[in-house]
């Protein structure tokens, strides 16, 4: 099956400072890869779609400055939290959607960001 | 708005019991379901899904059935095994293609040999 691959899948992280998370497709072509969010004991709220070669589309309440996501290529999309404080410490997830077609998203491992 | 209602948990079983994780949603229109499954370290799979109602979604010996009267889509499995041990999440989308989910806050299962 396809595999999604997402790194770190845990980081500390020092306020003020910028962490950039990696998702990956391993083994398939994604046109669009979708950036989740979990706060313990909470659903995954989606934060953004990242589109390869255009912005991203952005959920309401999620700030865009904040959180930079970057879509270079099919295999590839960035999250960069800058300047990270402590209330952004959260488990993050990326998921992609294979570009042929097909309705199912594989998901990456999550990221755990700490922010001290 | 959509939104997803999950059994809290964690959820501790013996091996070999039955096993139901309680799902219920609230939808503007006619939602697809979806159950993943996320083992430790692991990313979410897929686990099963149904796309309209009474449609029955199976997998590993899991089932969920799509009652619309009821707006739930209850997971169940006979009997469970420790290598079923991991998070489960129920989760809906309206546009049918797992594109953008709507998921619930997941139910940590733990099963002890």
């Known amino acids: 099956g396809a595999v999604v691959s997402q790194h770190p899948s845990r980081v500390i992280c020092k306020s003020g400072t910028s962490v950039k998370i990696e998702c990956r497709s391993l083994d398939f072509q994604a046109t669009t890869m979708f950036w989740y969010r979990q706060f313990p004991k909470q659903s995954l709220m989606l934060m953004a779609t990242?589109?390869?070669?255009?912005?991203?589309?952005?959920e309401q309440g999620v700030e865009k400055d904040k959180f930079l996501i970057n879509h270079a290529s099919l295999t590839l999309s960035t999250l960069t939290v800058t300047s990270a404080h402590p209330e952004d410490s959260s488990f993050y997830i990326c998921s992609a959607r294979v570009s042929s077609g097909g309705r199912e998203a594989f998901f990456g491992q999550g990221t755990r960001l700490t922010v001290v | 708005g959509n939104s997803v209602t999950q059994m809290e948990g964690p959820v501790t079983l013996s091996e070999e019991a039955f096993l139901t994780i309680n799902c219920t949603y609230t939808a503007t229109g006619y939602p697809s379901l979806f159950w993943y499954v996320q083992y430790p370290g692991e990313g979410l799979q897929l686990l099963l899904k149904a796309t309209k109602a009474d449609d029955k979604g199976s997998n590993k010996g899991f089932e969920a059935t799509y009652r619309k009267e009821t707006t739930s889509f209850h997971l169940e499995k006979g009997s469970v095994q420790v290598s079923d041990s991991a998070v489960y999440f129920c989760?809906?989308?309206?546009?049918?293609?797992?594109?953008?989910?709507?998921f619930g806050s997941g139910t940590q299962l733990t099963v002890l040999p």
């Open positions: 990242s589109n390869e070669g255009s912005k991203a589309t952005y």
């Open positions: 989760a809906l989308s309206l546009s049918g293609s797992a594109r953008q989910l709507t």
